[in-house]
DNA sequence: AAGGTGACAGTTT
DNA sequence: TAAACTGCCACCT
């Protein structure tokens, strides 16, 4: 990855900046907002270049729908999301968000509509 | 150029 | 009820 300008990788990182601190959001969300429906993989796999982007992106803050913390073994180590997560109040037990409807924050309804 | 991959999601068996 | 399958779309080899 040397030159990604692809809009694509960019807009999901756009997207995941401006989750507010404290919130999570899930990839289909995600997927949604930026208007490639199901393609929840794509945000995904977009994550997987989030890594050394500057400004950085915080990919702790996005999850799967289940509030499961599936991408932290892509982290640095695999206890930095959820100790990243805690670190901005929220409670994580076994990989999980708690009352991750609670912290849930979904673009399509904070930001647009 | 074609096939395979991927930190998911929704539907069906 | 839980488990399995398919669909999704862009990126990589």
Request: hydrophobic fraction near 35%; charge should be negative.
């Amino acid at each position: 990855m040397s030159k990604d300008q692809s809009s694509f990788f960019n807009d999901v990182y756009d997207v995941v900046r401006l989750i507010p601190e404290g919130r999570v959001t899930s990839y289909g969300a995600i997927a949604k907002y930026l208007s490639i429906g199901r393609a929840a993989r794509m945000v995904g796999w977009a994550m997987n270049a989030a890594h050394g982007q500057d400004p950085p992106v915080p990919a702790q803050r996005v999850v799967n729908r289940n509030g499961l913390l599936t991408g932290k073994h892509h982290f640095e180590s695999p206890y930095t999301m959820q100790e990243l997560l805690e670190s901005e109040g929220i409670k994580i037990e076994n990989d999980q968000i708690i009352n991750f409807k609670n912290h849930f924050w979904d673009p399509n309804t904070e930001l647009t509509l």
